[in-house]
């Protein structure tokens, strides 16, 4: 089971550099192609559709590394904390 999990990991961790350098691709070559300067909201919403394709292939590796911990998120002044769950 172990060498399952080592595999998945290994795909998810390649798709998404595959994903990253796709999507700085599309932006390097949006800015450089004519007209030049100007990125389109096209290259713009597929980088970001890449970038969330990215980051779901990694919540599974994320939730496994979460583990027995308990997860506090606030959005107003952006924090995450992170505690050890102790109730065993």
């Known amino acids: 089971m172990k060498t399952k999990k080592n595999i998945f990991e290994i795909i998810s961790y390649a798709l998404f550099i595959i994903t990253a350098v796709t999507m700085l691709a599309l932006f390097i070559w949006g800015f450089i192609l004519p007209p030049t300067g100007k990125i389109d909201s096209s290259v713009i919403q597929g980088g970001g559709e890449l970038m969330g394709m ?35």
Do not use: H, S, Y
């Open 54 to 88: 990215a980051f779901i292939l990694q919540l599974p590796l994320m939730i496994r590394l979460i583990g027995d911990r308990a997860v506090r998120i606030k959005k107003g002044d952006f924090t995450i904390e992170t505690t050890e769950n102790n109730d065993k």
